[in-house]
């Protein structure tokens, strides 16, 4: 049983407009969320975080948003370049020692010049 | 800046061998994982690790183990490997309350 889900696995853009990747989870205890990014052949790379106090985080052109009462959170990357085309994967920080995450299944961002 | 080194990029093995993934990092993390990836799944722990000699069970351990004898060494062990664990392996480290640091994975293909 997933407790983040990303819906869409594909997404396509064109350069210069809105990315919009999405994620939900399912445990209303998760407290701090993440956003990795994968290029092929390389480990995933942390991008932005937030935290279950906060509903938005911005770091340059991407900003992430957390509805905690939708159990939703997405990032937004404006604008998009081609360079952004990678997997990127949500995760969540479950809530106990260790620092476990969680992660989503990963959308792929294609962003077409 | 952190470095986390996973000792093969690719590999090949035929099942029942005994697999050794080794990972290395350079900052003296307390906290270190093994995950795999698969299409669709995204990443699933399989093992984590506090502390030297110490380790947890993730969410898929099954057919896994893990060793931990140095701080900076974390070692993933299939002890009998079938085609069901060819993947993408991926080692990170951490501490806590700080995103954690991948490695650049090893793919491994059981025939």
């Known amino acids: 049983d997933q407790q983040v889900k990303q819906n869409s696995p594909s997404l396509s853009v064109q350069e210069g407009r809105i990315s919009i990747l999405n994620c939900d989870y399912t445990?209303?205890?998760?407290?701090?969320f993440l956003w990795y990014k994968k290029y092929p052949a390389e480990g995933p790379t942390f991008l932005i975080s937030?935290?279950?106090?906060?509903d938005k985080n911005e770091d340059g052109r991407f900003t992430v948003f957390l509805n905690k009462s939708a159990k939703h959170l997405s990032l937004h990357i404006v604008p998009s370049q081609p360079g952004d085309s990678a997997v990127y994967f949500c995760?969540?920080?479950?809530?106990?020692?260790?620092?476990?995450?969680?992660f989503g299944g990963g959308t792929r961002l294609m962003v077409k010049p | 800046d952190v470095k986390v080194t996973q000792s093969s990029r690719y590999l090949v093995k035929r099942t029942g061998e005994k697999v050794f993934l080794e990972c290395v990092q350079d900052m003296d993390h307390e906290n270190m994982f093994w995950y795999r990836q698969d299409p669709g799944l995204g990443l699933r722990l399989i093992y984590f690790?506090?502390?030297?000699?110490?380790?947890e069970k993730g969410d898929i351990p099954e057919g896994y183990s893990v060793s931990r004898e140095k701080k900076e060494r974390f070692s993933l062990i299939l002890e009998s490997a079938s085609t069901n664990q060819t993947s993408m392996y991926l080692c990170?480290?951490?501490?806590?309350?700080?995103?954690?640091?991948f490695g650049d994975g090893t793919r491994l293909s059981i025939l």
């Open positions: 690790s506090y502390d030297v000699k110490m380790k």
């Open positions: 445990n209303s205890m998760f407290d701090y």
């Open positions: 990170a480290s951490g501490v806590y309350g700080q995103p954690q640091h």
């Open positions: 995760a969540t920080r479950r809530t106990r020692a260790g620092n476990m995450l969680t």
């Open positions: 937030i935290s279950s106090i906060k």
